[in-house]
């Protein structure tokens, strides 16, 4: 037998490797293997020479650890350690990344695919459909896997498991289903974001805080739109002072002119949730922070402003007819 079809034959009988990329991924990627699980939606992994802590995407399990806005919950003790039981360090893994690679806190934002029992799965889709996360949407729908999420996190409603057990209420954080509830907050948010993403991000006379706050600097003493939430208020302010999302460097604070008690109010009620705000854009007293003045209620909006109107064009200048 010739030697290249020997090898061939070797090549095609040989196992897949463990590092072979799992089929469903959608988005780039790179082989890893798992350093420390942190809790249900933090691992750390090894890729290449470096170590990254990967905040899983599109989850959000109960907590662990306490932290200044998040508790300890029975149920996030349990969930944490089942994460550390089902991914073993140094499994074979794959990182998944969306499209943003770091979160404010210099995390990797990827989902992680790992091989159990000689199969590939999506070990953030397997949290939702297990019932130990929701499909948290409180950033955007998933650009890579969103109808998977959806139908999972609907499956485990249908199958009272997990966080959907009426039994384990007491042992969350807070109500995830209703009017009032955390999923219905972060769907709000995810819709206008989408919204944003299809009938915004491209218009230059809006500027989205996450992405655009360079530019937003270099629009300082002017009228400027932008798109943000409110994340917080600044407690220590004598009047309303908004603080926006985006990195925790970059700060922009959003007021109402003159103190406006109709404007402040419709300030209070956006807190949270995905706006288009338009105003007049200064720096702050430490010349790095901006603030955006608010003058009106019709300043604050759900849908993005009209496109303003283009500049009407100069007659071009004709040869005249010797």
Same mark, same amino acid.
């Given at each position: 037998?010739?030697?290249?079809t $020997? ?17 469903g991924?959608?988005g *780039?990627? =790179?082989?890893c ?7 249900? !939606?933090?691992v750390?992994?090894?890729?290449g ?8 995407l599109?989850i +959000?399990?109960e907590?662990? /650890?306490?932290s200044?806005?998040?508790?300890i919950?029975p ?9 550390k039981?089902?991914? &073993?360090?140094?499994?074979p ?6 499209? *943003?690679?770091r +979160?404010?806190y ?17 070990y ?20 890579n /896997? /969103? =109808?998977e999420?959806?139908?999972? &996190?609907?499956?485990?409603e249908?199958? /009272?498991?997990?966080?959907? +057990?009426?039994?384990? %209420? ?9 009017t ?6 972060w769907? !709000?948010r995810a819709?206008s974001i989408?919204?944003? =993403?299809? %009938? ?8 989205d805080t996450r992405?655009?706050?360079?530019? $937003? ?14 994340? %917080?208020?600044d ?8 603080k926006? %999302?985006?990195k925790i460097s ?5 007021v ?6 109709k ?7 956006s ?8 105003g &007049? ?5 430490d ?5 955006l003045t608010?003058?009106s209620?019709d !300043?604050?909006?759900? +849908? ?19």
């Amino acid at each position: 037998m010739p030697a290249l079809t $020997l090898a061939l034959l070797l090549l095609f009988a040989a196992p897949a490797s463990s590092t072979e990329k799992p089929k469903g991924i959608v988005g *780039e990627s =790179e082989a890893c293997s798992v350093v420390r699980v942190i809790d249900g !939606d933090t691992v750390d992994v090894k890729i290449g020479e470096r170590t990254d802590r990967l905040r899983l995407l599109d989850i +959000d399990t109960e907590e662990s /650890h306490n932290s200044v806005a998040k508790k300890i919950t029975p149920f996030g003790l349990e969930t944490s350690a089942w994460a550390k039981e089902y991914v &073993q360090p140094g499994i074979p893994c794959f990182v998944e990344y969306g499209p *943003e690679r770091r +979160d404010v806190y210099d995390r990797v934002l990827a989902y992680l695919w790992v091989k159990r029992e000689g199969a590939w799965e999506n070990y953030n889709l397997t949290t939702v459909k297990t019932g130990r996360a929701p499909y948290f949407t409180k950033y955007g729908y998933s650009k890579n /896997h /969103h =109808e998977e999420f959806a139908a999972a &996190q609907k499956d485990a409603e249908e199958k /009272h498991v997990g966080i959907w +057990d009426p039994a384990n %209420e007491g042992n969350l954080r807070g109500a995830y289903l209703g009017t009032a509830g955390l999923i219905a907050w972060w769907n !709000d948010r995810a819709d206008s974001i989408a919204r944003f =993403e299809k %009938e915004g991000r491209m218009r230059p006379d809006i500027l989205d805080t996450r992405w655009h706050f360079d530019l $937003l600097r270099a629009k300082s003493g002017g009228p400027v739109t932008v798109f943000t939430s409110i994340r %917080e208020p600044d407690a220590k302010a004598a009047g309303f002072v908004g603080k926006c %999302e985006g990195k925790i460097s970059q700060v922009l604070q959003i007021v109402a002119a003159g103190g406006d008690a109709k404007v402040e109010d419709a300030l209070k009620a956006s807190i949270g949730r995905y706006r288009y705000f338009r105003g &007049q854009l200064e720096r702050g007293d430490d010349g790095k922070s901006l603030r955006l003045t608010i003058a009106s209620t019709d !300043d604050i909006a759900v +849908d993005p402003p009209p496109k303003p109107a283009a500049a009407p064009k100069s007659p071009a200048k004709g040869r005249g007819k010797k």
